[in-house]
């Protein structure tokens, strides 16, 4: 054992904590959450018995994107602080025996970014276009855009440059997200050679890792061949995902990360990647993690897995012997800033659905049933070998916002699609930190760049940090016990199926969670953790998880 109580290779068991800057906590009163304000709340980190923090984009951008549009790496965005931040932050969280992780954006840049603004100023076939992906337009006059490709966000992924100097016709450029967010062209060498120096200004800092934003992108199909679909960054339904599509999942970025590998490699200390790959099948997802590539692939069929003890059986199965195939490990996620959170989700009559968002027309969750199911589908996520990451908030049971005004709306996706798609806003409000006060402890003034709902109030950590039978404490509780029984680096095993459980054991853990809407009796043993106070001897509710402890009955 390391003397912060990890085990060689953090990773391979690491309980993850994403935290979103904007909306932890905000140190200077601006409304926008900062490092400043992460540091402030380090004690509250390491209390809750997680091992590392995932922190997303806080460098500098015009915030196009929430910070996803990065107009330079090197440097971090006034609003969140400085680089000596970002350094003490590192520091702070390691003196807390935390590692930090860091959010690196490969695909696109900034429309800001220094070479985004050489390109616009440059010719047509220039070295600085090369860096990103023009195309000439199709039809009389180049009006047309060079493909159909339609960018995640909605509409067409292609920008037209604005009228030239020269009067010559005007190229467009490639933008899978939204136009703010132009692609970089990774067949130009020196779009690797300058990532692997940003790679390494920040592990010289000390950062421990990368989260990789949209890992699956980078090479496009050569010729940028024709592709109807909309390129969605969910494969929501197996039917419809798309497995020929030309920009996402090409062989060809493998190469990028197992150089990356290496690169990591050369640094002390176990540095990891985890790739943000909307990738499928399994098997597909499993070659990002093969052993001279990345260390983690997020687990997005757990994610999108309704509320279905068969079908969680399944897709857990399935991911272990996956990721097993290559030898790497399994990194559980239920929620995160792109989508809405689960204790909203598995509160809707399709429970577990992901929608893109949930605004006061939608169907609105039933809040104690979503948080109920929440609180017992933590049991089966800590309970599995593997690594687990955890979205700011869901500590707390937060649900989204799901009635937030049209008016203050942030996420592109809304606006690209004129609305139809909500967006993702609901899931990225300001922490609660107390149940008083303006802005309920985010900061001093009340100042909140979006609104939080009434109801967070009685989610606030104040409130539930003394409060023995809160989800904050539930949580503490897991991740105490998960790590004394070190069940990140245990082997499932299958108790005989039964309709709506799904039950296991790991090491010395069992684990009951009941989906269905019946009670279901429990096997002898002594109960460790309940998500709901078991009032019949033997018997789990409905929506319900337990831990009993192994061979003790
Ligand atoms: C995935 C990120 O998680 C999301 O927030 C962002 O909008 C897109 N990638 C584009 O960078």
Redesign the pocket.
Known sequence: MTQNGSYPLWWKDAVIYQVYPRSFADSDGDGIGDLPGIIEHMPYLEKLGIDALWI?PCFQSPQG??G??ISDYRKIDPLFGTVEDYEALIKEAHDHGLRVIA?M?P??TSDQHAWFKEAMASDPGSAARERYLFRDGKGKGGNEPPNNWQS??GGIAWTREPERKDGKPRQWYLH???SC?PDLNWDNPEVRTEFESVLRFWLDRGVDGFRI??AHGLIKEKGLPPYTERAT?VGEDDDKTPSDAPMWDRDGVHDIYRSWHKLLASYPGDRMLVA?AWVKPLSRLARYVRPDEMQQTFNFDYLLCRWNAAKYREIITDSLEAMHEVGAITAWVMS???SVRHASRLGLKDAGARPQGIDAAHEQPNEALGLRRARAVIFMTLGLPGSVTLYQGEELGLPDHTTLDKKYRQ???FFRTNGEEIG?DGCRIPMPWTADGPSLGFNENGELWLPQPQQYKEYAVSTEENDPHSTLALYRTLLNQRKNSRLGRGTLEWAEPRDNVVEFTNGDVRVVLNCGDEPVSLPPGEILAASLEIEQDGVLPANAAVWISEGKG
Do not use: G, I, K, T
């Open positions: 997303s994107d929430a996803y549009d959010d954006v695909n696109h995640v966000f899978l997200f939204d967010q934003d949209v960054m943000e995160n800033h792109d996420d592109p996706a993702r």
